[in-house]
């Protein structure tokens, strides 16, 4: 087997586990309602996720750990995108920011860092940021 197919396989479970942990996340809530239906699709595309493993996935309990990428920038994007499901329906529960807490040191990030990560992304995500903040994203 080239080097090549064990990267790919490899990278290919990374993005199976990293799906399945935001279907699980859109999930916990109860059902997943049309919003996050929609940003599931749009992560199942761009993560090259098949109908037979989307389905697979959406039927069982979550069989993928967490990996966690070495890269902080890597991280935070992971967590972005699970800001992205939890924001879908505009309609943010206790259960979903503990799961996103869990998640957060899941990947390797420390317990204060993790509760400041996630209170600037809420702030960012509901609209709830000063100017100064807003300037130095948009610099950015």
Not at 29 to 42: M, R, S
Not at 60 to 67: A, G, H, R
């Amino acid at each position: 087997m080239p080097i090549i197919d064990l990267y790919e396989a490899g990278n290919s479970r990374k993005q199976l586990a990293h799906f399945a942990t935001l279907c699980s996340l859109a999930a916990v809530d109860g059902e997943i309602n049309e919003e996050e239906k929609a940003v599931l699709d749009k992560f199942a595309f761009k993560l090259d996720i098949s109908e037979a493993e989307y389905k697979e996935i959406m039927k069982k309990e979550n069989k993928y750990p967490i990996e966690t990428p070495h890269s902080e920038e890597k991280r935070l994007k992971r967590l972005f995108d699970f800001f992205q499901i939890i924001f879908s329906d505009r309609d943010v529960d206790d259960t979903q920011l503990r799961m996103v807490e869990k998640y957060a040191i899941g990947l390797g990030f420390p317990v204060d860092k993790s509760e400041a990560i996630i209170e600037k992304s809420i702030k960012i995500f509901t609209g709830q940021i000063a100017f100064d903040d807003y300037l130095y994203l948009m610099d950015k």
